[in-house]
């Protein structure tokens, strides 16, 4: 490679060594833009850490059930596991639980089938809360239909 630092040059080294420079900070551009998206990169599922979670002890027990919808509608304390899931639901939703592990989209399947066909007074609520336009019931409406009964 040939430095060149005044009129000694030839027009094509300087042609070459611009051409040079451009593609070393072309590829310093690509590895910084790399680092940014990797770094602001969301995961691509929720955490696992509640995936054990006895979804069925919940939906059996009354007091468990309304404690977790109490959290939900902002009418009681919420756990830490509540308080994780009233973060998550509103993302589950617009993104039909893309980011749900293999477990939290049994779970969920569980919840509404349950709270559909044993407790629709919740149901309803919950949807005032986190549906109030009727926008995931619509987009959502054969999966629920499928669960009834």
């Known amino acids: 490679m040939v430095l060149w630092h005044g009129a000694g040059a ?17 590829k310093l551009i690509i590895l910084i ?7 602001t990169a969301k995961p691509a599922t929720y955490t696992d850490k509640w ?17 977790y919808v109490d959290c939900l509608l902002d009418k009681g304390r ?6 994780a899931l009233k973060e998550t639901l509103p993302d589950a939703l617009e ?3 893309s980011k749900c ?17 044993k407790r629709p007074d919740l149901w309803k609520e919950l949807s005032v809360k986190y549906d109030p336009e009727n926008i995931y019931q619509e987009r959502y409406k ?8």
């Not at 919420?78 to 308080?83: F, V």
């Open 33 to 39: 833009a790399l680092c940014v998206v990797i770094a």
């Open 142 to 149: 054969d999966k629920i239909e499928a669960v009834k009964g």
């Open 51 to 67: 995936d054990n979670i006895n979804v069925d002890e919940i939906l059996e027990s009354q007091r468990l059930m309304n404690a």
């Open 78 to 83: 919420c756990t830490p596991d509540g308080k």
């Open 10 to 26: 030839t027009a094509q080294q300087r042609v070459e060594q611009c051409s040079r420079r451009s593609l070393v900070n072309m």
């Open 95 to 97: 993104h039909e639980c």
């Open 101 to 117: 592990t293999e477990k939290q989209k049994i779970g969920s399947d569980k919840v509404i089938k349950h709270l559909v066909n």
